[in-house]
């Protein structure tokens, strides 16, 4: 299996600089999930890791070997994209083997690969289907079979799951995590979708703007978020974020209501901070510091959120169980969890509130 190190890894384009410089340690077997909005470079990075990218800066190692400038082919690694670009007129059965029989395999070994794979994927009644006679699941399933064939030493999946419905999504996730489990590969998995971060993940590495935000289990980086932007961008509902000024071991926030903070930050007085809560540590109880109105409410089955707006237009959320604590047009006190709240001080960084 395989180890990966990217050591200051950068990428421009022109003037562009699409990756900044990105470090990163890739454990054997690990499961490492790239993730961030739209642009900010997640896709660029692992296509230098394959070899589809020239790497402007920076250093590559797999098991310790640079790799930087050795073709894609002989890197030991393997690709799943978005679209699966199987052939048409093929089965199942020959577009899984086909990089065998490019390669020159033997015809045995090829079979006895690409049944092993459909085992694996559950394939093994379609193997003399056509792509146009699968499902879009069971052919993102003949992409991935095209990729364990191989043996690679890692797995490179870029949103394998995007051109799913929800519900295809949902089981393919399950599959991938059970794959990972009987292949035992080193994977790098990239997506926008921040659950499926949070479901895939051994490590979740968060990109913004060609940099890394933050590494961290997911667990991790949902309970201790190092920035404003990984507090908003990992969990759904979003958490919370209001602006404000510390005041003695308080929050006043910009349309002047305070939030009492559990122990007096290491800030400046009056220091610009982002007070961040997570719907289900925000609670609607009359001894709440903070007046709103409610004004959605979405009954999702075994969860509610009610939207409430707090002045100036600006919504926050409250995740409770099943029923709304309140109803459309309530005036209504929310209260903070003290012991789950967050707080970003004016550089965006987490600033601790641990006693
Ligand atoms: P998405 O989720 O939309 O695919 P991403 O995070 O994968 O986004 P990248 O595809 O890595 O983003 O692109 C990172 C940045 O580099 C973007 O701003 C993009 O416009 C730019 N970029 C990518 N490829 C090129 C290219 N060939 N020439 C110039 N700029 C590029």
């Known amino acids: 299996m395989a180890t990966l190190s990217l050591k200051s890894i950068r990428k421009s384009y022109g003037a562009f600089q699409a990756v900044k410089g990105v470090d990163l340690e890739i454990a054997d077997r690990e499961f490492i999930v790239l993730v961030g909005p739209s642009g900010c470079g997640k896709t660029t990075l692992l296509r230098m890791v ?16 640079r790799v930087n400038d ?34 020159g395999v033997p015809k045995e070994e090829r079979r006895r690969k690409v049944e092993e794979a459909a085992r694996i994927l559950q394939l093994e009644p379609y193997l003399e289907r056509r792509p146009g006679q699968l499902s879009g699941g069971q052919r993102q399933r003949v992409a991935i079979g095209r990729a364990i064939v191989r043996k690679p030493k890692v797995f490179l999946f870029d949103e394998p799951l995007s051109n799913l419905d929800a519900a295809l999504r949902m089981q393919m996730r399950i599959e991938l995590a059970r794959l990972h489990h009987e292949l035992d590969a080193t994977m790098i998995y990239v997506t926008h979708d921040q659950v499926e971060a949070m479901t895939l993940a051994d490590r ?70 982002t007070l961040g809560v997570r719907p289900e540590a925000l609670a609607v109880d009359p001894g709440g510091s903070v007046t709103g109105k409610v004004t959605v409410i979405e009954h999702l089955g075994g969860e509610t959120l009610t939207h409430i707006d707090i002045g100036r237009g600006r919504l926050v959320t409250v995740k409770t169980a099943e029923t709304a604590p309140a109803a459309i047009g309530d005036p209504v006190k929310l209260r903070p969890d003290p012991g789950r709240l967050h707080l970003f001080g004016p550089d965006g960084r987490a600033v601790a509130l641990a006693g």
Do not use: C, W
Request: glycine letters at 12%; a negative charge.
């Open 204 to 273: 979740i590495v968060v990109v913004n703007g060609g940099v890394i935000e933050q590494v961290g289990a997911p667990m991790e980086i949902y309970s201790k978020p190092a920035t404003v932007f990984v507090a908003g961008f990992i969990g759904s509902p979003k958490m919370n974020l209001l602006t404000g000024a510390l005041t003695g071991s308080s929050v006043v926030l910009d349309h002047g209501e305070t939030v009492p903070l559990p122990v007096r930050p290491p800030l400046s007085e009056g220091a610009k901070v």
């Open 50 to 65: 394959a070899g589809l990218e020239s790497i402007t800066g920076g250093d590559l190692l797999i098991d310790g070997k």
């Open 70 to 103: 050795v073709e894609p082919d002989q890197r030991g690694l393997a690709m799943v994209f978005q679209s699966y670009a199987l052939y048409p007129h093929m089965t199942v059965a020959d577009n899984m083997g086909f990089a065998l029989r490019m390669a």
